[in-house]
């Protein structure tokens, strides 16, 4: 009896054994055998870059802090790039524009070459880019596993709708300033505003719900992305959620919050999307899908989340701080604020209905916004993972490679733009549309290639109707509290708010 005992635990302690010297193995595989000669192979296809170290890679060095400083103090207050990636300037400086840096175990090719990232291009099709499987992985409760749909000849067709309820909600909150400028308070924060009342617009014209439901979104939305983004979580670190994990938990709860959200709207919108045609994107997507769904195609509740999750983020983040860091260069740049006026009286008139093919004039306006997004790009950087092999020039870029592109650094490059890159100048763009950029690949707000940014023309009409309002009723400038910190909160945002003064005209 007692030998049947000793060997039926003998037996259990062989299986714990075999179990635990099969997870050590794979987990030795993954975070050292794996990485290691990926590191290699990139190596020898003739990449450098720092030094990384077990397990956390370059994090440490990414992650010492930096502070901001007034505008108003600075020399070149807008050459943001040593602020916002002090790592990658420090970097480029010893290892040029195309290296590899380290998230842990996961290796990045860093690139700020639009020579090199144009003949990357060239050989990839839309369908041949991937995203970083870790950046999928630990912003999952954000976006899901939304693609980002398509967009076409819907919008056009709808915009005039659109444009009404654009100028519905930007009048509110205009509205609102004049009550609180009327009060003796006259300093408003606006990126917090703008914010919020983007994020009514997406709601309203995408997904036509009310303010109540969006500002709810909304809310949740910039609840998860400080929870993710305002501290280091050790990405790309073997086991990095243990290491923080109320932030994991806190982000996983809001995730799913929101998805109940947007659960609710879609089932709501389902009952009544075949008595009415399609108004909006949400009803565009429901009908899609509900077409495609004869031929087995059609999205499942989780898909429809998730893209929905997806496009309300984009759509609404994208033109607030477009719109945002705008009206902090307006501010410190008075007769730009003339300017655009000026144009606005001769466009737009004392028309009191605003229409797209009239804002569409205003192409001072446009120049503006060309240069907010050159100089603080919404988007400051691009991910992509290689799908195949990509050959360019003499190196190989290996399968599976998670590529940086740093929107920001080439934007700011003095090689491509001159001497006065980190300078205001919207004349820039007058006659060329990259505003003399040396390189097209240079200036890429929206992305680049088969996987350009779909919410394009909604942002240019939404940021002309906004910014019209605003100039027709305000002039305004930099209050003494505002410190010049731009952070990168998966976009760039100011970290500290916009506190401007307002004045009535």
């Not at 997406?202 to 036509?208: D, N, W």
């Not at 565009?284 to 983020?313: I, N, Y």
Request: net charge positive.
């Amino acid at each position: 009896m007692e030998f049947l005992e000793l060997s039926r635990a003998f037996n259990l302690a062989m299986v714990a054994l075999v179990l635990f010297l099969f997870l050590s193995l794979r987990i030795l595989f993954s975070c050292w055998i794996s990485p290691t000669r990926v590191y290699q192979k990139l190596r020898r296809n003739g990449f450098g870059g720092p030094i990384p170290s077990f397990p956390l890679g370059n994090i440490s060095e990414m992650t010492k802090k930096k502070g901001g400083s007034p505008l108003v103090n600075s020399n070149s207050p807008h050459d943001i790039h040593p602020l916002a990636f002090p790592y990658f300037a420090r970097w480029q400086k010893s290892y040029g524009k195309v290296f590899i840096y380290w998230l842990g175990v996961e290796p990045f090719l860093y690139i700020a070459d639009p020579e090199f990232l144009k003949k990357m291009s060239a050989e990839v099709l839309a369908k041949g880019w991937g995203k970083p499987t870790v950046f999928k992985n630990d912003r999952d409760p954000m976006f899901g596993n939304g693609l980002v749909m398509v967009e076409g000849e819907n919008w056009a067709r709808h915009r005039h709708v659109m444009a009404n309820l654009m100028v519905e909600s930007t009048t509110t909150m205009l509205d609102k300033w004049t009550s609180l400028i009327n009060s003796g308070k006259p300093e408003i924060d606006v990126e917090t505003e703008i914010t919020t009342t983007a994020g009514e617009i997406i709601a309203k014209t995408s997904f036509g719900i009310s303010y109540l439901s969006g500002h709810k979104v909304v809310q949740k939305l910039r609840a998860l992305q400080m929870t993710l983004f305002k501290s280091n979580r050790y990405v790309g670190v073997p086991f990095n959620k243990f290491f923080c994990p109320k932030q994991t938990l806190d982000a996983k709860i809001l995730g799913k919050e929101i998805d109940r959200l947007f659960l609710s709207i879609i089932t709501e919108r389902q009952k009544s999307i075949k008595k009415q045609p399609p108004q909006d994107l949400l009803g565009l997507l429901l009908q899609a899908s509900h077409l495609d769904g004869r031929l087995g195609k059609s999205l499942t509740p989780k898909e429809l989340v998730d893209e929905c999750k997806t496009f309300f983020f984009g759509g609404h983040e994208t033109t607030a701080l477009a719109i945002t860091w705008t009206l902090l260069l307006l501010a410190t740049h008075s007769e730009w604020q003339n300017q655009l006026r000026d144009e606005i009286r001769e466009v737009v008139k004392d028309t009191e209905q605003l229409d797209a093919n009239m804002l569409a004039g205003l192409k001072k306006m446009g120049w503006v916004l060309n240069e907010v997004l050159r100089l603080y790009p919404s988007a400051p950087n691009v991910q992509r993972q290689a799908r195949g092999d990509i050959r360019v020039n003499d190196v190989t870029i290996p399968n599976g490679t998670n590529m940086w592109i740093d929107v920001v650094g080439m934007h700011h490059d003095p090689a491509l733009w001159g001497e006065d890159v980190n300078e205001f100048k919207p004349e820039r763009f007058k006659d060329d549309l990259y505003g003399g950029c040396k390189h097209k690949m240079g200036y890429v707000p929206f992305g680049f290639g088969g996987r350009m940014c779909v919410g394009r023309n909604l942002t240019f009409l939404e940021y002309r109707i906004v910014l019209t309002l605003i100039l027709s009723r305000f002039s305004f400038t930099l209050s003494p509290s505002y410190t010049h910190s731009p952070a990168i909160l998966l976009s760039l945002r100011p970290r500290h708010g916009l506190p401007l003064v307002f004045q009535p005209l």
